[in-house]
Protein backbone atom coordinates (compact mmCIF):
# COMPACT_ATOMS: atom_id res chain seq x y z
CA UNK A 1 0.00 0.00 0.00
CA UNK A 2 1.11 3.44 -0.90
CA UNK A 3 -0.05 6.95 -1.70
CA UNK A 4 -1.12 10.43 -0.41
CA UNK A 5 -3.57 10.50 2.17
CA UNK A 6 -5.08 13.91 3.02
CA UNK A 7 -6.03 14.17 6.77
CA UNK A 8 -7.84 17.13 8.50
CA UNK A 9 -6.17 16.42 11.50
CA UNK A 10 -8.32 17.31 14.75
CA UNK A 11 -7.58 19.59 17.47
CA UNK A 12 -5.73 17.87 20.56
CA UNK A 13 -3.66 15.61 18.94
CA UNK A 14 -0.41 15.77 17.76
CA UNK A 15 0.85 15.38 14.45
CA UNK A 16 2.69 12.29 15.77
CA UNK A 17 -0.69 11.02 17.21
CA UNK A 18 -2.23 11.65 13.78
CA UNK A 19 0.51 9.93 11.62
CA UNK A 20 0.50 6.65 14.33
CA UNK A 21 -3.57 6.21 13.66
CA UNK A 22 -2.67 6.29 9.74
CA UNK A 23 -0.38 3.57 10.38
CA UNK A 24 -2.15 1.57 12.31
CA UNK A 25 -5.15 1.80 9.61
CA UNK A 26 -2.99 1.18 6.84
CA UNK A 27 -1.05 -1.85 8.71
CA UNK A 28 2.07 -0.49 7.57
CA UNK A 29 5.02 1.18 9.42
CA UNK A 30 6.03 3.48 5.95
CA UNK A 31 4.09 6.68 7.08
CA UNK A 32 5.19 10.00 7.43
CA UNK A 33 3.86 13.86 7.39
CA UNK A 34 5.09 16.75 5.62
CA UNK A 35 4.30 19.72 7.62
CA UNK A 36 3.53 19.29 11.81
CA UNK A 37 0.88 20.74 13.61
CA UNK A 38 0.40 21.70 16.97
CA UNK A 39 -1.95 20.13 19.36
CA UNK A 40 -4.45 23.43 18.88
CA UNK A 41 -4.66 23.87 15.29
CA UNK A 42 -6.41 21.60 12.69
CA UNK A 43 -6.59 21.28 8.59
CA UNK A 44 -4.44 20.25 6.14
CA UNK A 45 -2.13 17.14 7.30
CA UNK A 46 -0.51 15.19 3.95
CA UNK A 47 0.15 11.73 5.28
CA UNK A 48 2.43 9.66 2.83
CA UNK A 49 2.54 5.93 3.01
CA UNK A 50 4.73 3.36 1.80
CA UNK A 51 7.81 3.91 -1.01
CA UNK A 52 6.08 7.33 -1.52
CA UNK A 53 7.15 8.50 1.89
CA UNK A 54 10.56 9.03 0.81
CA UNK A 55 8.82 12.36 -0.87
CA UNK A 56 8.25 13.94 2.59
CA UNK A 57 10.58 16.42 2.08
CA UNK A 58 9.96 17.69 -1.08
CA UNK A 59 6.49 18.55 0.31
CA UNK A 60 7.89 20.38 3.20
CA UNK A 61 9.09 23.12 0.90
CA UNK A 62 5.47 23.95 0.15
CA UNK A 63 3.75 27.39 0.35
CA UNK A 64 1.17 27.02 3.10
CA UNK A 65 -1.87 29.31 4.35
CA UNK A 66 -4.09 29.61 7.57
CA UNK A 67 -6.48 31.08 9.50
CA UNK A 68 -5.87 31.95 12.41
CA UNK A 69 -7.82 33.95 15.59
CA UNK A 70 -6.03 36.32 17.81
CA UNK A 71 -6.15 37.39 21.37
CA UNK A 72 -4.99 40.85 22.04
CA UNK A 73 -3.65 41.74 25.33
CA UNK A 74 -2.10 38.39 26.66
CA UNK A 75 1.23 37.33 26.27
CA UNK A 76 1.96 33.31 27.49
CA UNK A 77 5.04 31.53 27.46
CA UNK A 78 4.12 29.08 24.22
CA UNK A 79 2.64 31.90 22.15
CA UNK A 80 -0.85 30.43 22.29
CA UNK A 81 -3.53 29.72 24.67
CA UNK A 82 -2.88 26.58 26.15
CA UNK A 83 -0.06 28.20 27.79
CA UNK A 84 1.24 29.89 30.83
CA UNK A 85 0.46 33.72 30.97
CA UNK A 86 3.03 35.88 31.06
CA UNK A 87 1.64 39.17 30.69
CA UNK A 88 -1.54 41.22 30.49
CA UNK A 89 -2.35 44.39 29.20
CA UNK A 90 -5.17 46.31 28.29
CA UNK A 91 -5.64 46.77 24.61
CA UNK A 92 -5.97 50.05 23.01
CA UNK A 93 -6.29 49.90 19.18
CA UNK A 94 -8.92 50.14 16.53
CA UNK A 95 -9.37 48.57 13.12
CA UNK A 96 -7.16 51.07 10.94
CA UNK A 97 -4.04 50.63 13.56
CA UNK A 98 -4.45 47.16 13.17
CA UNK A 99 -4.66 46.50 9.42
CA UNK A 100 -1.58 49.05 9.47
CA UNK A 101 -0.30 46.35 12.15
CA UNK A 102 -0.63 43.20 10.09
CA UNK A 103 0.91 45.47 6.52
CA UNK A 104 4.15 45.69 8.78
CA UNK A 105 4.37 41.94 8.54
CA UNK A 106 4.14 41.68 5.42
CA UNK A 107 7.01 40.63 2.90
CA UNK A 108 10.33 39.11 3.53
CA UNK A 109 11.21 39.13 7.46
CA UNK A 110 13.30 37.77 9.88
CA UNK A 111 11.05 35.59 12.26
CA UNK A 112 12.47 34.24 16.00
CA UNK A 113 11.05 30.85 16.37
CA UNK A 114 8.91 29.67 19.67
CA UNK A 115 10.26 28.31 22.46
CA UNK A 116 8.10 25.47 22.70
CA UNK A 117 8.74 24.07 19.57
CA UNK A 118 9.79 20.90 17.96
CA UNK A 119 13.53 23.11 16.49
CA UNK A 120 16.54 21.40 17.95
CA UNK A 121 19.42 22.63 19.76
CA UNK A 122 22.35 20.26 20.15
CA UNK A 123 19.59 17.54 18.97
CA UNK A 124 17.06 18.54 21.81
CA UNK A 125 14.00 19.84 20.90
CA UNK A 126 13.53 23.40 22.58
CA UNK A 127 10.41 21.99 24.08
CA UNK A 128 11.93 20.08 25.91
CA UNK A 129 14.36 22.45 27.28
CA UNK A 130 11.02 24.93 27.84
CA UNK A 131 9.82 22.59 29.78
CA UNK A 132 12.79 22.54 32.04
CA UNK A 133 13.07 26.04 32.37
CA UNK A 134 15.74 26.54 30.06
CA UNK A 135 16.16 29.91 28.19
CA UNK A 136 18.37 29.91 25.58
CA UNK A 137 19.18 32.21 22.51
CA UNK A 138 16.36 31.04 19.65
CA UNK A 139 18.14 31.91 16.09
CA UNK A 140 16.15 34.14 13.90
CA UNK A 141 14.78 32.73 10.29
CA UNK A 142 14.03 34.35 7.14
CA UNK A 143 10.67 33.73 6.28
CA UNK A 144 8.06 35.23 3.27
CA UNK A 145 4.58 36.10 4.20
CA UNK A 146 2.95 37.01 1.15
CA UNK A 147 -0.07 38.06 2.63
CA UNK A 148 -2.04 38.97 5.64
CA UNK A 149 -6.25 39.60 4.92
CA UNK A 150 -7.88 40.47 8.29
CA UNK A 151 -11.28 38.74 8.45
CA UNK A 152 -12.90 39.41 11.62
CA UNK A 153 -12.53 42.00 14.18
CA UNK A 154 -13.84 42.58 17.90
CA UNK A 155 -13.35 45.73 19.61
CA UNK A 156 -15.61 44.13 22.61
CA UNK A 157 -12.53 41.81 23.14
CA UNK A 158 -9.91 42.80 20.63
CA UNK A 159 -9.75 39.15 19.42
CA UNK A 160 -9.30 39.36 15.38
CA UNK A 161 -9.32 36.75 12.75
CA UNK A 162 -6.70 36.69 10.04
CA UNK A 163 -6.22 34.95 6.46
CA UNK A 164 -2.48 34.28 6.43
CA UNK A 165 -0.47 32.79 3.49
CA UNK A 166 3.18 32.08 3.67
CA UNK A 167 6.52 30.57 2.98
CA UNK A 168 7.95 27.27 4.95
CA UNK A 169 8.97 27.43 8.58
CA UNK A 170 6.92 30.11 9.22
CA UNK A 171 5.35 30.36 12.61
CA UNK A 172 1.66 31.56 12.94
CA UNK A 173 2.47 31.49 16.75
CA UNK A 174 5.26 34.04 16.48
CA UNK A 175 3.79 36.02 13.92
CA UNK A 176 0.92 36.39 16.54
CA UNK A 177 3.40 37.86 19.04
CA UNK A 178 5.04 39.94 16.80
CA UNK A 179 1.90 41.86 15.75
CA UNK A 180 0.52 41.92 19.42
CA UNK A 181 4.04 43.64 20.28
CA UNK A 182 3.97 46.31 17.71
CA UNK A 183 0.35 47.22 19.12
CA UNK A 184 2.17 47.60 22.35
CA UNK A 185 -0.15 44.83 24.46
CA UNK A 186 1.04 41.29 23.71
CA UNK A 187 -0.98 39.06 21.64
CA UNK A 188 -1.88 35.19 21.74
CA UNK A 189 -2.92 32.40 19.07
CA UNK A 190 -6.23 30.91 20.27
CA UNK A 191 -6.84 28.96 17.39
CA UNK A 192 -5.56 28.05 14.19
CA UNK A 193 -6.56 26.12 10.72
CA UNK A 194 -4.07 25.22 7.82
CA UNK A 195 -6.59 26.00 4.70
CA UNK A 196 -3.89 25.07 2.49
CA UNK A 197 -0.39 23.79 1.79
CA UNK A 198 0.87 22.31 -1.17
CA UNK A 199 -1.81 22.92 -3.32
CA UNK A 200 -4.18 20.95 -1.28
CA UNK A 201 -6.75 22.43 0.25
CA UNK A 202 -9.65 21.16 3.03
CA UNK A 203 -12.54 20.63 0.61
CA UNK A 204 -9.47 17.64 -0.43
CA UNK A 205 -9.15 16.24 2.81
CA UNK A 206 -10.84 13.62 5.08
CA UNK A 207 -11.35 13.64 8.63
CA UNK A 208 -9.36 11.25 10.65
CA UNK A 209 -12.14 9.05 12.08
CA UNK A 210 -13.89 8.75 8.86
CA UNK A 211 -10.53 6.81 7.80
CA UNK A 212 -10.49 2.88 8.81
CA UNK A 213 -8.65 -0.23 8.19
CA UNK A 214 -11.38 -1.21 5.87
CA UNK A 215 -11.68 1.97 3.79
CA UNK A 216 -8.01 3.61 3.60
CA UNK A 217 -7.33 2.37 0.47
CA UNK A 218 -9.83 3.84 -1.19
CA UNK A 219 -8.50 7.59 0.08
CA UNK A 220 -5.44 6.75 -1.08
CA UNK A 221 -4.20 9.64 -3.89
CA UNK A 222 -1.29 8.81 -6.06
CA UNK A 223 1.54 10.30 -4.71
CA UNK A 224 2.97 12.21 -7.85
CA UNK A 225 -0.02 14.46 -6.32
CA UNK A 226 2.49 15.40 -3.75
CA UNK A 227 5.11 16.86 -6.13
CA UNK A 228 3.57 18.71 -8.78
CA UNK A 229 5.35 21.50 -8.34
CA UNK A 230 8.76 20.01 -9.85
CA UNK A 231 9.29 20.07 -13.60
CA UNK A 232 8.43 16.48 -15.32
CA UNK A 233 10.90 15.26 -17.76
CA UNK A 234 9.47 12.55 -19.85
CA UNK A 235 11.99 9.90 -20.62
CA UNK A 236 11.84 6.55 -23.10
CA UNK A 237 11.59 3.43 -21.53
CA UNK A 238 14.82 2.42 -21.92
CA UNK A 239 16.27 5.09 -20.00
CA UNK A 240 13.11 4.42 -17.48
CA UNK A 241 14.39 0.92 -17.64
CA UNK A 242 18.15 2.44 -16.52
CA UNK A 243 16.99 4.73 -14.37
CA UNK A 244 14.62 2.41 -12.51
CA UNK A 245 18.22 0.36 -12.11
CA UNK A 246 20.05 3.10 -10.69
CA UNK A 247 21.60 4.36 -13.61
CA UNK A 248 21.89 8.35 -14.66
CA UNK A 249 20.76 9.28 -17.23
CA UNK A 250 23.01 11.96 -19.51
CA UNK A 251 21.86 15.58 -19.94
CA UNK A 252 22.83 14.78 -24.28
CA UNK A 253 20.42 12.05 -24.35
CA UNK A 254 17.34 13.49 -23.01
CA UNK A 255 14.75 15.13 -25.69
CA UNK A 256 13.90 18.29 -23.99
CA UNK A 257 15.97 21.36 -22.08
CA UNK A 258 17.37 20.94 -18.81
CA UNK A 259 17.49 23.45 -15.99
CA UNK A 260 20.53 22.70 -14.18
CA UNK A 261 20.00 22.23 -10.09
CA UNK A 262 16.54 21.09 -10.33
CA UNK A 263 14.94 18.27 -9.02
CA UNK A 264 12.50 16.43 -11.80
CA UNK A 265 9.32 14.56 -11.48
CA UNK A 266 11.11 11.57 -13.76
CA UNK A 267 8.19 9.73 -15.90
CA UNK A 268 7.66 7.64 -18.83
CA UNK A 269 4.33 8.37 -20.26
CA UNK A 270 2.14 7.91 -17.45
CA UNK A 271 4.37 5.84 -15.05
CA UNK A 272 5.88 8.24 -12.06
CA UNK A 273 9.20 6.54 -11.40
CA UNK A 274 10.60 8.94 -8.99
CA UNK A 275 12.58 12.19 -8.16
CA UNK A 276 15.88 12.86 -10.37
CA UNK A 277 18.28 15.49 -9.45
CA UNK A 278 20.06 17.70 -12.82
CA UNK A 279 23.78 17.08 -11.49
CA UNK A 280 24.87 20.75 -13.43
CA UNK A 281 28.65 19.40 -12.81
CA UNK A 282 28.30 15.99 -14.67
CA UNK A 283 25.60 17.27 -17.00
CA UNK A 284 23.40 14.47 -16.10
CA UNK A 285 20.33 12.86 -13.83
CA UNK A 286 20.64 11.37 -10.54
CA UNK A 287 18.15 9.34 -8.73
CA UNK A 288 16.84 11.22 -5.45
CA UNK A 289 14.55 8.60 -4.91
CA UNK A 290 12.90 5.85 -6.43
CA UNK A 291 9.01 5.55 -6.23
CA UNK A 292 7.53 3.35 -9.43
CA UNK A 293 10.38 1.74 -10.70
CA UNK A 294 10.12 0.23 -14.42
CA UNK A 295 10.49 -3.39 -14.37
CA UNK A 296 12.40 -5.25 -16.99
CA UNK A 297 9.85 -7.10 -19.47
Same mark, same amino acid.
Given at each position: ????????????????????????????????????????????????????? &??????????????????????????????????????????????????????????????????????????????????????????????????? $????????????????????????????? $?????????????????????????????? &?????????? &??????????????? $??????????????????????????????????? $??????????????????????????
Amino acid at each position: MQGLLLINKPKDITSFKAVAAIRKKANTKKVGHTGTLDPLATGVLPVLVGKAT &SLCDYLLTADKSYIATVKAGISTDTLDITGEILDEKTPDFDQAQLLCALKNFTGEQLQTPPMYSAIKKDGVPLYKLARKGQEIEVEQRKITVHSITLLE $FSKDDYTFKIDVSCSKGTYIRSLCRDIGE $FLGCGATLTDLIRTKTGGFTLENCVDLDTV &SEENVSSYLL &SEELAVMHLPELQIS $FNQAKRFSNGGKLSFDRLNCEIAEDLCYRVKYKDN $FIGIGFADKENREIRIKCLINPIKED
